[in-house]
């Protein structure tokens, strides 16, 4: 496994919490502050992953794909229908039957929404909930490295340039309008807008753009990340925001402005909140993976807030609901990676092939 990037792990920690964060505002969901989150904690895994991406035959990609993105979908949706089924045999208040049946519950992990479903179909399918991001990203990735494959026959770096930067262009815009029309399996629509993420993380690799940069230019990039939390929630599941133009722009924003605080804190490496970040973003697989648990199925958060806003109000329990589960993913953060066997279905890319 090569060196990895301090400043990458940074960034990764600080977005995986604010997913945590962003899923646990309550009644505060939605306004400014939620929107702020939403504007960027998903776009910069996307723009991460087109920094740090090296071409593939369609082959490695695929296979890439499947052991680090579709296994650990695979791995925490058998343990969400376990504990639904243990939910509908023995009703408690620490576990929440998520899935009504086992049909529901295949047919929830087999299309992999992130929200509610529509199509002109009129299917119904229950949404499983934040690692739809796993299955979008297995799809965005295959997409983007076939562009990235076909358009490199151009020999000449402008026609390579022109001819990515149209076929992004195309499928990003296809992507925003199918999050009119339908929620296709497995997120679909949002891998299609993702591809400009993706696009613009490499461009930033490419140019060395981060180093060139004036610190001018965050000023602007503020600007535009504010502009996109005032305007409304931007949901990249769908996709779907009130301008979804604006949301593509903030995002992109949003996410340099947390890439340069991340290049920023990782000169005190020393400093243990910086540690502490450099760890969730190492393990943010694990953290996406059990937030979702923690979400679906397991009622303590609920039983918190129902059993406290009455007497702390609306605020502060929302605060106690978000250090319960940033508590909860940290003990599963700090506990898999020392599980045989399990360990390899969450974090495959350094334990699946290794023997316990």
Request: glycine share 8%; aromatic share 14%.
């Amino acid at each position: 496994m090569g060196k990895r990037i301090e400043w990458i792990d940074i960034a990764k920690g600080i977005a995986i919490l604010a997913v945590v964060i962003g899923h646990t505002l309550g009644p505060y969901n939605g306004q400014f502050f939620g929107s702020l989150i939403f504007a960027f904690h998903m776009p910069i895994f996307f723009m991460l992953s087109g920094y740090l991406y090296h071409p593939r035959s369609a082959q490695q990609e695929c296979q890439r794909g499947v052991i680090n993105l579709l296994l650990p979908y695979l791995a925490t949706a058998v343990v969400l229908l376990i504990l639904s089924a243990m939910a509908r045999v023995l009703p408690n208040p620490l576990l929440n039957a998520y899935f009504s049946s086992w049909r529901r519950g295949l047919l929830a992990v087999a299309y992999g929404a992130g929200s509610e479903v529509f199509n002109p179909w009129h299917w119904q399918v229950q949404p499983i909930g934040a690692v739809w991001f796993l299955l979008s990203m297995f799809i965005a990735m295959q997409l983007f490295n076939g562009v990235m494959l076909l358009t490199a026959r151009c020999h000449q770096r402008l026609c390579q340039a022109v001819s990515r930067g149209v076929i992004f262009a195309v499928f990003t815009i296809l992507g925003g309008w199918l999050g009119q029309v339908a929620y296709l399996p497995w997120a679909f629509n949002a891998a299609l807008l993702a591809q400009l993420f993706l696009y613009a993380g490499y461009l930033v690799k490419q140019t060395d753009l981060l180093s060139r940069m004036p610190p001018a230019w965050y000023l602007l990039f503020t600007f535009m990340w504010l502009i996109s939390a005032f305007q409304g929630y931007f949901a990249l599941t769908v996709p779907t925001s009130p301008n979804l133009l604006i949301s593509v722009m903030g995002g992109v924003a949003g996410s340099l402005c947390i890439i340069q605080i991340s290049d920023w804190l990782s000169h005190y490496p020393n400093i243990q909140p910086v540690k502490w970040l450099k760890r969730y973003g190492q393990l943010s697989l694990v953290v996406l993976c059990f937030h979702l648990i923690d979400l679906d199925v397991i009622g303590i958060e609920g039983w918190l807030t129902s059993n406290l806003i009455g007497h702390v109000g609306p605020l502060m329990v929302t605060i106690i609901g978000i250090s319960y589960r940033i508590s909860f993913v940290t003990i599963a953060m700090l506990a898999i990676p020392h599980i045989p066997g399990i360990r390899a279905c969450f974090l495959p890319r350094q334990y699946l092939f290794r023997r316990a």
